[in-house]
């Protein structure tokens, strides 16, 4: 059974930074391309960020680029995603996802972990 499971969520000062992990069972990690979206209320779920299989390539969203990082740590079975610089419309819930091609949809999604920047 896959499982993915975020954390690192909560509260955080405009301008302030977090850490989101999203630490992954019942799959072989290195084997799946990794994603972070986002959800903010009353708008759809959007991509913030991903991750290819070796972690040798990254991309993200335009609103999150040059304050955001995803990267991987294929031993642990975690990704992360480093948030710097943050604005109140960051605010969201922020859910990791699990991809078995490199390209497509992504496959497995986590719970969820609430991310709120106030100003």
């Known amino acids: 059974q896959v499982q993915l499971v975020e954390s690192g969520g909560g509260l955080v000062q405009v301008g302030g930074s977090l850490r989101l992990s999203c630490a992954a069972s019942g799959l072989t990690f290195s084997n799946y391309r990794m994603g972070w979206f986002r959800q903010a209320p009353g708008k759809e779920r959007e991509f913030v960020a991903g991750i290819r299989r070796s972690g040798g390539s990254t991309y993200y969203a335009d609103s999150v680029k040059g304050r955001f990082a995803i990267s991987r740590d294929n031993a642990k079975n975690t990704v992360y995603l480093q948030m710097n610089s943050l604005k109140p419309e960051d605010t969201a819930v922020y859910y990791c996802?699990?991809?078995?091609?490199?390209?497509?949809?992504?496959?497995?999604w986590g719970q969820g972990t609430q991310v709120t920047v106030s100003s």
């Open positions: 996802a699990a991809a078995r091609r490199e390209a497509g949809p992504y496959d497995y």
